[in-house]
């Protein structure tokens, strides 16, 4: 249940969470064929927050989406990484059929490939880095070394309202600048429709910026949820 709106808007926040719900991935329960090799892992973001009087409550914070893919899953029945894109999502191929996974060689030695798929807050919860934050913690726990990481640097506002092709764009830039602290690279040639970033589980760099980002510093320690 969410607060009062006194609870908006949001002061500092005490403590973050995120509560996962994830498909089950290799049942073979008769779900479609396609989903057989797609993991899907919805996270839920909260927060403890503290009004002035004293009184603290959780609050909705916003939600992320990730999906995993079994590679040599997809080796072993001769299926193409692209036709499954194709075939699951059609803003999954827009995405990332325009630069081939299969052959860029990114995705050499791994046995998984996690698409970050969306990362939503709520208005009153942005500007505060939660956005990394959450990511971070996410990738932290389903990015494991032998795992090739991806997302699309694009605004889901700019997907519905009618910005101009030039603004789209230069969110999309700007999102790529966002996500590059997670020490996400963009892969070269990925224009359109929006930059496509990556990284490798076994990279150094993105795991010291995933513990770096998926810290929480509260500065309310004598804040209790009750």
Not at 95 to 111: A, E, F, H, K, Q
Not at 114 to 122: G, N, T
Request: aromatic share 8%; charged share 30%.
């Amino acid at each position: 249940m969410l607060p009062s709106e006194r609870y908006w808007p949001l002061p500092e926040l005490d403590r973050v969470e995120i509560e996962y719900t994830v498909s089950d991935l290799w049942a073979d329960t008769g779900a479609d064929r396609d989903e057989e090799h797609v993991q899907r892992i919805f996270g839920e973001i909260t927060g403890v927050v503290c009004a002035d009087d004293g009184s603290s409550a959780f609050v909705r914070l916003g939600s992320l989406a990730l999906a995993r893919i079994v590679l040599d899953r997809l080796d072993e029945e001769g299926e193409s990484l692209l036709d499954l894109l194709d075939a699951t999502s059609s803003e999954w191929v827009n995405s990332y059929g325009i630069v081939d996974l299969d052959d860029t060689g990114l995705c050499d030695g791994l046995r998984y490939l996690l698409i970050a798929d969306r990362v939503e807050l709520r208005r009153e919860a942005r500007g505060r880095g939660l956005g990394l934050h959450a990511l971070a913690r996410a990738l932290r726990t389903w990015a494991r070394d032998d795992t090739l990481v991806v997302l699309a640097a694009a605004s889901i506002e700019h997907e519905l309202d009618d910005s101009t092709r030039e603004a789209r764009r230069e969110g999309s830039r700007k999102l790529a600048r966002y996500w590059a602290k997670l020490g996400m690279k963009r892969i070269p040639g990925s224009t359109q429709p929006e930059p496509v970033m990556y990284a490798r589980g076994d990279w150094r760099i993105f795991a010291e910026a995933l513990r770096k980002y998926s810290a929480w510093e509260s500065p309310l320690t004598a804040c209790v949820a009750r």
